[in-house]
């Protein structure tokens, strides 16, 4: 097929990129020129493992290109995927001014019958909206469809050409039958709905997930107290099928550009028709707090001593494999340490840059290696389970630090890693050594 992908952000690019690779003829649009003169320069905007090397895989095969041109872009495509961005409200709504913006430019351009799909997260009844505003401009014939995206930063094209399964919110049969013909090629559990209920589809599933983390989180919280290990709960939860283990890991809770966001739009959703979703309110609450758990832990070791101590950090983006920094628990965390007069000396091995961007001016020590980071430190926190912090020797980092004290807010080293230390180990939900 001739597809057009607007806008280039992580659903955009790695959605593009991965049509392509299935052989299609993409054409990936966006507004920003800069962006566009990197990857038309074989750069990739956002770090993604494996994206830059099908990126110009595709390239140089001529099934992908990229331009600011949206009219040209939709003018030879016959299908037309919205992935722009829906940033939050200060009320926790989807701001849809990309969208709708989109819509008119897509409109004013069609010279034919047109597919639009809408790949961004968006309210239920968006694409009708987007139908309308289309229809209103335009006497050209098209289809909406929503697809939503399931894909994880870190692991995008991973999930992208190996999906668990395609969700398509159609009206009419033979656009369903198209999209369907599309994305064959990955996966035979396509799933075929009304549009209203693909649109929700992405929210539940966000906000299941969501619920899970919180859940299994305030599971920890109570081991913490009761002398149980989360990580053995976890694993005789998941065995059963009804459960399943993934998205059972305790830990200082969910980040990123996601879960965060989808979770609180559809807390809004729901308030929008007179209904409270106390269940999703609880999840983001639990999730909050969970991110002080590593700060409890230093308040109960240092107690009103722990101003003036120098602490170490070790990862700041929301999750490994990424520098998305976004709503990353390690931002409200150094800054409660930096807040309260802590010295802290940060380290991530990719998204130091975003982080300080997003930061600002701060006296934190930005560090260039794991090691380096906890020199003469009186206690370490681990915030992101980055492969390089498991694979330091213990005896060097202990060397390194003031005091050999270790929090780990993922849950990264069991108990025979510490063996012949001399670490106080703490983690989230399993007993703490010493
Ligand atoms: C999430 C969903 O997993 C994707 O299916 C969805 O497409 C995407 O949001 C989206 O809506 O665009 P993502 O935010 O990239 O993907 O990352 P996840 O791997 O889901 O992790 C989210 C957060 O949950 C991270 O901060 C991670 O550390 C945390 N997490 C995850 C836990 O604390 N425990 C777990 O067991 C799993």
Redesign the pocket.
């Given at each position: 097929m001739n597809i057009t992908v607007i806008g280039t952000g992580y659903?955009g690019l790695v959605s593009g990129v991965c049509y392509a690779e299935l052989g299609n003829r993409v054409i990936c649009v966006d507004k920003d020129r800069g962006k566009i003169d990197t990857l038309n320069a074989g750069g990739i905007p956002i770090y993604e493992p494996g994206l830059k090397e099908l990126a110009s895989a595709n390239r140089a095969a001529g099934r992908l290109s990229f331009t600011t041109d949206l009219a040209e872009a939709v003018r030879r495509s016959e299908l037309i995927i919205l992935a722009v961005g829906t940033p939050p409200l200060p009320s926790g709504e989807a701001n849809l001014d990309y969208i709708d913006q989109a819509a008119l430019e897509i409109a004013d351009a069609m010279n034919g019958y047109k597919i639009v799909a809408v790949k961004s997260?968006v309210p239920v009844g968006t694409n009708e909206r987007l139908g309308k505003l289309i229809r209103a401009r335009t006497s050209k014939r098209f289809d909406s469809i929503s697809l939503p995206?399931?894909?994880?930063?870190?692991s995008a094209i991973q999930d992208t050409l190996h999906p668990d399964r395609i969700v398509i919110g159609a009206d009419s049969p033979s656009a369903a039958a198209t999209m369907a013909l599309l994305h064959r090629p990955l996966t035979e559990r396509i799933v075929v709905t009304d549009i209203r209920s693909a649109e929700m589809i992405k929210y539940a599933?966000?906000a299941f997930?969501a619920t899970k983390?919180s859940f299994?989180n305030e599971i920890a919280n109570i081991c913490e107290k009761v002398g149980a290990d989360v990580t053995q709960v976890a694993e005789g939860m998941g065995y059963d099928s009804r459960i399943g283990s993934?998205?059972?890991?305790a830990?200082i809770?969910?980040?990123?550009?996601?879960?965060p966001k989808?979770t609180r739009a559809l807390i809004q959703i729901a308030g929008n028709v007179d209904y409270e979703f106390k269940l999703l309110r609880s999840v983001v609450e639990v999730n909050r707090d969970q991110r002080f758990n590593v700060i409890r832990k230093l308040e109960t070791i240092f107690g009103s001593e722990l101003n003036g101590k120098t602490i170490a950090v070790w990862g700041l983006a929301?999750?490994p494999n990424t520098d998305d920094v976004r709503d990353s628990p390690a931002l409200d965390i150094i800054q409660h340490l930096v807040d309260n007069g802590v010295n802290v000396r940060a380290y991530d091995p990719i998204a130091t840059a975003n982080f300080r961007a997003l930061f600002g001016k701060s006296d934190v020590v930005w560090c260039d290696g794991a090691l380096d980071t906890a020199r003469g430190a009186d206690a370490l926190c681990l915030l992101t389970e980055w492969e390089e912090f498991s694979q330091v020797d213990l005896g060097e980092l202990q060397a390194a630090l003031n005091r050999p004290i270790l929090i780990d807010g993922r849950n990264v080293f069991k108990e025979e890693h510490l063996l012949g230390t001399d670490f106080v180990y703490y983690s989230v939900g399993r007993p703490s050594l010493s």
């Open positions: 659903v997260t995206e399931f894909l994880r930063e870190g599933s966000n997930l983390i299994i993934s998205f059972l890991k830990g809770g969910y980040g990123g550009s996601c879960f989808d929301f999750k």
